[in-house]
Each structure stands twice: as C-alpha cells, then as structure tokens.
C-alpha cells in the first residue's frame, strides 16, 4: 500500500452479496473489436476484476448471451439502433460513450458504446469505477461527453531529468533510456491519465531547450507516443522560440522571415514522421527570459501563427501562453498579459489556443479569474490550472486544489451579462468556438506514490476529471478518489471529505488571506517571506504586492491606483472598485487599506488579518484530529505517512502565521487579538531561518 496504484488499487470487494451480484452481471465479455485499445481494455478488466472479483473475465468476440457486458463501436453492433439513436451516438464526438443496461432478446445485458475505441475504453473505466465505489450496476443509463477537446498535463520537466517546481523527485522521463526501454511507469501513467480523460502530454518544461526538437530526442518523444496512443493520449513537445538558431544554424528566428517558416514547416514534417499523431506545440515566449517575437519587434500572434502554419497541414495545434510580462513594462505585472493580448484577439490562426493562467499573477492560494477570460471572443482560450503546489506548500501541505479550480471556472465574468462563466468560455461555449482545453501543470514524479504528498494524487484525478466536465462538483469527485484510493467506509468517506473540503481555505488563511499574494520565499516560493525587497526586478518581491506600510495594506488596482479593474467588465469594476461590495476574499488584491478599516464583522482589518491567520493554523490542528480517528480505516503505510505530513503542515502553518504577522505588525503597530496565538520567536529569527527542503528547479 504505498500508493503506487493510485486510483486504480481495485481493491477486493469483501460484501459476498455485492460480489455476486457483480459477478452475476459479467458473466461475460463480449469485444468484438480489434485494437491496440482493446488490447488495453481486456487487459484493464482482467486486472480489476481479478483484484475485485477474484475471477478472470472470459472475453468473447460475438455470441452476446444473458448477462454478458458488450463493449463495442456502433459498427460491430447492427442491432444498435432498437436502443440508441443515431442522433445520441451522434452526440457522444469521438470520446463520449454510453454505458446502458438493455434487454438484448429478452436477456439482460450492459452495454458500452462510442463511435471510437479510446470512448469504449473512457467507458470500460467508468464502468470499472462503479464497481470500485459500490454501486449498482443494473439499470444502468449514463452518457458522458467531454466538454473540452483538449485534456493535457503540462510536464515542467527538464531532458537532465529535473522538474521545475516539482516535488516528487525526478522526471519519470528517462531520456538515457529511451526509446529502447520502456518502463512499466509509462504505462501506468497511460492507464491513470486513460482512467480520469486525460488525452494529451506535453513532456517537456515550457522553459524549453530547443534539443528536444533534434532527431535523437524526438525519436525518444516518439517512443513515448507509442505506448500513449492506445490510451487515447497524444503527445506535444515545447518549441523553444529561438530553435532555428540554435539547433538549426540560422541567423535569427524572426517569424516573419522566410528561411525561418521553412525551417519549422520542415521540422514540423520531420516530426510527424516519427510521431504520426503528434499534437503540437506548447510555448512560453517573451516571458521570464525565453525568446520570442519580441526580440524581432513582432506580435504573440505574428509569433504563434508562425508554429501553427507548420503544424496545421498535419493536424497539430499550437498552445500559446498568456503568461507574458516583463520587468521593463511599468505597469502592474497584473495588467500585462492582457494589455499585449487583447488587441491580438481575432488576428490567431485557427489552430492556435491561448492557454491562460487561472489569475493575472501565478497561480497564488486565491486570485480573482484572469481578466483576459472574457475579453477575446475570437480567440479559443484555455485554461492553465497548477496541480503542482508552488506556492501551496509544495511536497507537503494537503491541499485540494480541486476547490481552487471550481472556484474559477464557476465565477462570472459577465462579459456577455450575467451568466457568461469562465467554465462557458473554457469549454467554448459562450462563443461557438470548435477547439478547446485545460491544461494542468503535473504533479507527477519519480517518487514511488508519484506526488511525493499521498494527496497529490487527488489534485491530479480532480483535474483530469474537471477537464472532462468543468461542470462538475469537486465534492463527488472527491468522495470517488476516496473511495477507490483508500476505502468504501462511509464514516472514512465523509471525514476525509470533509478534511479535503477545508484544505484550501485552510491554505489560503494561513498564507495569503483577504487578498494577499505572493509573499512567499525568494524564488524557490516556500514558506512566508514578506520582507523579501530590492530585488532585480520589483515584480518578484513581496514588498510590490502587499504594499504594507504605517498607511494600510494592500495593492491598489482601482482607478486611483493600478487601473487592473479596469480591464474587467463593468459589472465587476464597479462591484470589486469600492471596498464595501468587493467581496473580502479578494480586499486586499485590489485595495490599500488602512489598519484600522472596518470589515464586515465590525473587526478592523488588522483583527481580521491576524483572525484569519489564527483560524488556517486551527484548520490544519482540526484536520490532524479527525485523520487520527481514521487510524483503524485504512493500512498503516498510508495513514502513517499522511499523518507526518499534516503533522508538518501544521507546524508551517504556524510558521507562515507568526512570521506574516510579525511582519506587518511592524507597520500595524497594534496588539494582535486575544484569540491569536502569541509568536515565541523573533522576526529577525524568522528572517534568518532558512528551511531545509530540496525544492525544485
Ligand atoms: C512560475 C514559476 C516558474 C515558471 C513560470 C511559468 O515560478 O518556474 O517557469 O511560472 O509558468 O509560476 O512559466
């Protein structure tokens, strides 16, 4: 039980009486197709009803007798349409499927059904988490249909095999080894990304070096392709700007330049010939250091149409990111990605998305949705969530992110009235547009349970499942991962439920409440260092974003400061300008207050702060109490491991508390209430303390 099987532990169901009612159900398999995927669906059921059922399937090819589970397309199955219309089937695109119970000549019999293989295979994991969370299996009626197009984990790993911002050891990308060794790895990272929807990968760090665009390297990409491919994933690389030059010999990599077009239309070409289904490009450009139009006085789109122009003949798609802004621009690192989008909208390629971070800043504890979510209409844009917690107590800290995703993608941005969500422009619904995505920046590590925190696993499956339906609840999502990670028990359940439910307001109170953003340590982002100042670049430091000082606290962004309100729609300028109607989670993200404010609770904003400091601490001493009542649930590997972590959770929060309201009670010059613990350290000793961890690049 170290958590190497993720979700899929298949663990025996010891109820004989909902064994046997499973057992009378699948009495056999009927696949009549023949594919690579279902290979991969046979070999799937083979395993977890092994592990669940303890009898091996008997799969047969036709032959459909009385309760005999019929996993196949349309084409196999000229009886379909007594059952299912052709407008459903229709419905379900490529990767939909349906799983019904149906009387086939008068004999019960579960169907599963989609018009491609890798849907058949989406449903077999359905199919197979029913029975992982206990529940009936007759009178089945389920259609699922994903609501994006694109499904895709972006890997911050690098070809030495580290992982930017990764903390669960190394790569599991073995550069040295591949394409000749395939490790059992790969593909159980398949089957878990097949399980929860995921259809894509971009394997390398959007820090990109342009090596893995050479034959060696791509001829390695291709190996990978191979084992994905009958799971339905496809694989992307990053495409570093500045690739013609240095791996292609030439002057310059100016998009508008013709040896340039060519080199990529070529390198495009080379690629597809070893990666048939190859998916694209994911670039960052002009933003932290890396290359990019800029350097030749071009635009993002000038830029981005450039790789799609090369891709678009073999199907590909360019990712492009928002996530643009430079330390020589004078305005608010909060307004620069949409100042240099926004009047591009219209001028992209049609295969091009832009892939937007879920806030203006860098995917902090809590931000208020990214400003360009509503403001380019013409322009599909994707959604960039975190999965690995930068700046949410990294390896450690239980944290899940699936209520941070929820979050954003159910606000309303009222660009088109009331009602026009984020999830709506996501998924492409708002304004008709064919592509769309969401893209979760992995987690996933060499680490035996592969997200170092047990935890972690949970953030990876919410995203994969949000991806698939942005709509859903994080809640059901989350009782699922329990129940097929660890137990069925109810009282198990709801527990640590409830505990995953807290995790984020926990997070987000003991590290940056009512609005506070990235204090966090110099560069590796760890623990709170609110002093950090006189840096090279102000947009780095935590001095530019808390503003504290003797007058208040917070950034400005209204029109007396910033103006970043500015650039949402006028329903929410005018809600968010003024302090009283801008909802408190986000107060100090958009206003400079003074200590002595008063807050909705009649406490002034100092009270406030320091209270909602005090409660992240107590969140954390909670959660540790009702995880040991689950001591006995589960096995003692995992228990025990969890519970170390929390332990060290606790003990950070305490730490970020302390440390932030020593810090600001500099400027405050006020007692902190009585409720709140009292520091038994300096901030000098705070100040000095640093945490012995190994981060990540
Ligand atoms: C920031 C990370 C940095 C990434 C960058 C990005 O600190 O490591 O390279 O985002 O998204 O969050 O490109």
Redesign the pocket.
Known sequence: KDGYKLWLQYEKIENKELAESYLNSIHQITIPNHSATTDVIKNELSIALKDMLSTFPVFTEDGIKKNNIVIATPESLPWLDEFIGQNQLDGLGQEGFIIKSIQYKNQPITLITGNADAALLYGTFEFLKLLQTHQSIVDLNIVSVPKTKIRILNH?DNLDRTV??GYAGSSIWNWHLLPDHINQQYIDYARANASIGINGTVLTN??ANALVLTAAYIEKAAALAKVFEPYGIKVYLTARFSAPMEIGQLKTSDPLDEEVQKWWNDKATEIYSYIPNFGGFLV?AD??GQPGPHNYGRTQAEGANLLAKALKPHGGIVMWRA?VYSENTPDDRAKQAYNEFKPLDGEFESNVLVQVKNGAI??QPREPFHPLFGAMPKTPLMMEFQITQ?YLGQGTHLVYLSKLYEEVLNTDTYCKGPGSTVVKIIDGSLENHQLSGMAGVSNIGSDRNWTGNHFGQANWYAFGKLAWNPYASSEKIAEDWIAMTFSNDPKFISTTLDIMSKSREAAVNYMTPLGLHHIMGWNH?YGPAPWITDKHRDDWTSTYYHQAGSDGIGFDRTSSGSDALSQYSPYIEKQFSNPKTCPEKYLLWFHHLPWAYRMESGKTLWEELALHYQAGVDQTTTAIKKWSTLEKSIDNERYQHILSFMKIQEKEAKWWRDACLLYFQQFSKLPLPDAVEKPNKTLEDFKNYKPHFAPGI
């Open positions: 911050w930017e911002r959007v820090n960052k933003s932290e996530f860098d995917f930068e982002h």
